[in-house]
């Protein structure tokens, strides 16, 4: 008897510890996939004149691109953003989050643009209403604006092509 209980204590953490080491740590779940998209209304990041907000996200699936010129990943992932905007497949809308406008600005001048507009939180409060753990994440959006992907890290042609086509191509039919 002395021996059963710690050998069943021991049994219960390996057994948490499997379960821990199996799942990816990259796959944070976002408690808006299937709900609305938050509501935001932000200026755009080229014309502060001019207002970006959730309801641009509707109509047709969409990509929301979190990103930042302070974050590493961000820089890793704009190739593969740029190529998939010349692809023209969904609009990609980007949310640059907690950063400087003329850095933003010039960063796009510099590496290309694949964003139909972007909205600029520079306090994070857009991208705290939307779940954001940091930069980059991407969501896609169907057409009635609801949440039914979140991707946490650097945006890859791989993982468009597993994860997000997919989920696009079954839309194809709810766009009537």
Known sequence: MRYIIPAAVFAVLVGFFWIGLSKDPSEVPSPFIGKPAPA?????????????????????????NVW??????????????????SM??????????????????????????????????????????????????????????TVVYKHLGPMTLRIWRDEFMPRISSMAGDQG
């Open 88 to 145: 023209d497949i969904v609009p990609i809308y980007g949310l640059n989050y907690r950063d400087n406008r003329e850095q933003a600005l010039q960063w796009l001048a510099r590496l290309g643009d694949p964003y139909v507009a972007t909205g600029y939180d520079p306090d994070g409060a857009a991208g705290l209403d939307w779940g954001v753990y940091g930069a980059p994440e991407t969501f896609l959006i169907d057409p009635q604006g």
């Open 40 to 64: 935001f209304q932000l200026t755009e990041l080229k014309d502060p004149e001019k207002l970006v907000s959730q309801a641009d996200l509707r109509g047709r699936p969409t990509v929301l």
């Open 68 to 85: 930042a010129t302070w974050c590493v990943g961000c820089r890793q992932e704009h190739e593969a953003l740029m190529q998939l905007a």
